[in-house]
C-alpha cells in the first residue's frame, strides 16, 4: 500500500490595503469579469482536487465585508479566516498557525489569474525539494540608476520574477519563521533563503499577474475575455395544479386557490432553471442531483435546490451570464410579482437582479395548461468559463 498523500493547505494571503491601488476599498474587492478580484483566486484553489483546507488572511478592518462580498456567496466551503499582520512574514505567519496541512502554499490574493496547473506544479516540487515558487524571467533590460544617471547594465539572463503560489513543507517553513532573520522580507521564499537553503524555481506565467495598480485591473480583464468561453442551457417543467397546495413560482409565494403538486415545493420556474444550469454546464438533470425517492428534496425550495445546483455549476467552473424564464399559464398573472421573483431567483444563485429575467405567456386555452390543470415554465441559460 502506497503512504497517504500528505495532506495540502492553501494560505490565501490578502491583508494589505493597496496604497497604490487608490480608491476608498481594498483592490481584493475590486470587480473583475463580474466578480471580485479575491474570489477569482479563491475559487481557483476551491477547485484543486489535492487542497484539504483554505486559510484566507485578511485585514482586520475589512474581514466581515470581504467575507460577506468576496467569500459567502461564492465558495461551497468557507474558508478558516484569520486577521493578517502589519508585515507579510507576519501575516504568512498567522496564516501557518492557523493551517494543518504537511504542505503549504502560500499565495498573493490578488493574482487572480493562477491556475489549478500551476498550483498542481508548485506543489509537487515542494514535495519533492522542501519548497518551490512560481517565477518568469525578466524581459526589460535592467539598468542600475542612480541621480538619474544609468549605471550599470544587469545581466538580466539571472534575473527572474518571484510569484506565487510558493510552496513550502511543513518543517521547513516552521524553521523559516522561527528563524532571526525575517525583517524586510517581502515574500515567502525569502525566509528559506535567510536559512541559507535554496527553492526550486517552476515556470510561471506571465498571465499570473498581480494587481497592483488600476491598470493591471484592466489587464487582467482582457486576458480573462480573451480566453473566455460560453455554454449554453435549456430547460423545461411542467406540474400539475391541485387543490390545498400552496403556489410558489419563482421562488416566491403566489395568492391563488391551488398550488403546484409535486415532491418538493414543484415551483415550475425554479426548477426549469435548475435543469437549464445543469444542462449548460453538462452535469445531467435536476432528477440526478435531487431525487424524489430522497426525503431530503421532500418539500424544499425552488431557492434551494438552486442555490446547491449553482454551487455544483460553479465547482464546475462556469459563471453564469444571464438566465431567461417564461411561465405559461392562463392564471395567476404574474405582473405584480415580477420584480420580486427576479430578486429571489438572483438571490438563490448569489447574481445581480440583472442578470435574470422572467416573463409570462398563455396557451390560449389549447391544451391542458390552457384549461388550467397545470403550469409549465420554460427557460434559457449562458455559461461563462471562470
Ligand atoms: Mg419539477
Given at each position: 500500500m502506497s503512504?497517504?498523500?500528505?495532506s495540502?493547505s492553501a494560505?490565501?494571503?490578502?491583508a494589505?490595503?493597496?496604497?497604490?491601488?487608490?480608491?476608498e476599498?481594498?483592490?481584493?474587492l475590486a470587480?473583475l469579469a463580474g466578480?471580485?478580484?479575491l474570489?477569482h483566486?479563491l475559487l481557483?484553489?476551491e477547485?484543486?482536487p489535492?487542497?484539504?483546507?483554505?486559510i484566507?488572511?485578511?485585514?482586520?478592518?475589512?474581514?466581515?465585508i470581504?467575507?460577506?462580498?468576496?467569500?459567502?456567496?461564492?465558495?461551497?466551503v468557507?474558508?478558516?479566516?484569520?486577521?493578517?499582520?502589519?508585515?507579510?512574514v507576519?501575516?504568512?505567519?498567522r496564516?501557518f498557525?492557523?493551517?494543518?496541512g504537511d504542505?503549504l502554499?502560500?499565495?498573493d490574493?490578488?493574482?487572480?489569474?493562477i491556475?489549478p496547473d500551476l498550483?498542481?506544479?508548485v506543489?509537487?516540487?515542494?514535495r519533492?525539494r522542501g519548497?518551490?515558487l512560481a517565477?518568469v524571467?525578466?524581459r526589460?533590460t535592467l539598468?542600475?540608476v542612480?541621480n538619474?544617471?544609468?549605471g550599470?547594465?544587469?545581466d538580466?539572463?539571472?534575473l527572474?520574477?518571484?510569484q506565487?503560489?510558493?510552496?513550502?513543507q511543513?518543517e521547513?517553513l516552521?524553521?523559516?519563521?522561527?528563524g532571526?532573520g525575517t525583517d524586510?522580507?517581502?515574500?515567502?521564499?525569502?525566509l528559506v533563503?535567510r536559512?541559507?537553503?535554496s527553492a526550486?524555481?517552476?515556470?510561471g506565467s506571465?498571465r499570473n499577474?498581480k494587481?497592483t495598480t488600476?491598470?493591471?485591473?484592466?489587464?487582467a480583464?482582457?486576458?480573462?475575455?480573451?480566453?473566455?468561453?460560453?455554454?449554453?442551457?435549456?430547460g423545461?417543467?411542467?406540474?400539475r395544479?391541485?387543490?390545498?397546495r400552496?403556489?410558489?413560482l419563482?421562488g416566491v409565494p403566489?395568492?391563488f386557490?391551488?398550488?403546484l403538486?409535486g415532491h418538493?415545493?414543484?415551483?415550475?420556474?425554479?426548477h426549469a432553471?435548475?435543469?437549464?444550469l445543469?444542462g449548460?454546464?453538462?452535469?445531467g438533470?435536476?432528477g440526478?442531483?435531487?431525487?424524489?425517492?430522497?426525503?431530503?428534496?421532500?418539500g424544499?425550495?425552488g431557492?434551494?435546490?438552486?442555490r446547491?445546483?449553482?454551487?455544483k455549476?460553479?465547482a464546475a467552473?462556469w459563471e453564469?451570464?444571464?438566465?431567461?424564464l417564461?411561465?405559461v399559464?392562463?392564471k395567476?398573472?404574474?405582473?405584480p410579482?415580477?420584480q420580486?421573483?427576479?430578486?429571489?431567483l438572483a438571490g438563490?444563485?448569489s447574481?445581480?437582479?440583472a442578470?435574470?429575467?422572467v416573463?409570462a405567456?398563455?396557451?390560449e386555452?389549447m391544451d391542458?395548461?390552457?384549461?388550467g390543470?397545470?403550469l409549465a415554465?420554460?427557460a434559457?441559460v449562458a455559461?461563462?468559463?471562470i
Open positions: 503512504p497517504p498523500s500528505p495540502v494560505i490565501v494571503v490578502a494589505g490595503l493597496g496604497s497604490r491601488f487608490g480608491g476599498r481594498p483592490k481584493q470587480p466578480r471580485p478580484v474570489t483566486s481557483v484553489f477547485a484543486c489535492d487542497i484539504s483546507e483554505i484566507l488572511v485578511l485585514p482586520r478592518d475589512w474581514l466581515e470581504i467575507v460577506a462580498e468576496a467569500v459567502t456567496p461564492y465558495l461551497s468557507k474558508p478558516v479566516c484569520v486577521v493578517g499582520g502589519r508585515s507579510r507576519e501575516s504568512t505567519r496564516g498557525e492557523a493551517s494543518g504542505l502554499l502560500i499565495h490574493g490578488v493574482r487572480p489569474l491556475s498550483v498542481a506544479r506543489a509537487r516540487a515542494a519533492e519548497a518551490a517565477a524571467p525578466v526589460d539598468k542600475k542612480e538619474r544617471l544609468v550599470a547594465t544587469v538580466r539572463r539571472l527572474w520574477q518571484a506565487t503560489p510558493q510552496g513550502f511543513r521547513l516552521a524553521r523559516a519563521l522561527a532571526a524586510g522580507a517581502t515574500d515567502d521564499i525569502e533563503q536559512l541559507g537553503l526550486e524555481v517552476v515556470s506571465a499577474l494587481i488600476p491598470e493591471d485591473l484592466i489587464m480583464e482582457a486576458l480573462m475575455n480573451h480566453s473566455a468561453c460560453f455554454r449554453t442551457g435549456h423545461y417543467d411542467l406540474h395544479l391541485a387543490e390545498g400552496p403556489l410558489w419563482g403566489v395568492a386557490e391551488r398550488g403538486l418538493s415545493d414543484a415551483d415550475v420556474l425554479a432553471l435548475v435543469d437549464a445543469l449548460a454546464a453538462g452535469l438533470d435536476i440526478e442531483h435531487f431525487p424524489d425517492k430522497d426525503d431530503r428534496w421532500a424544499a425550495s431557492a434551494l435546490l438552486l446547491e445546483s449553482m454551487a455549476v460553479r467552473g453564469l451570464v444571464n438566465a431567461d417564461t411561465l399559464g392562463e395567476p398573472k404574474i405582473g410579482y415580477r420580486a421573483m427576479k430578486e429571489a438563490a444563485l447574481v445581480a437582479p442578470a435574470v429575467n416573463k405567456t398563455t396557451t386555452g391542458a395548461v390552457g384549461r390543470l397545470a415554465a420554460y434559457a455559461l461563462k468559463n
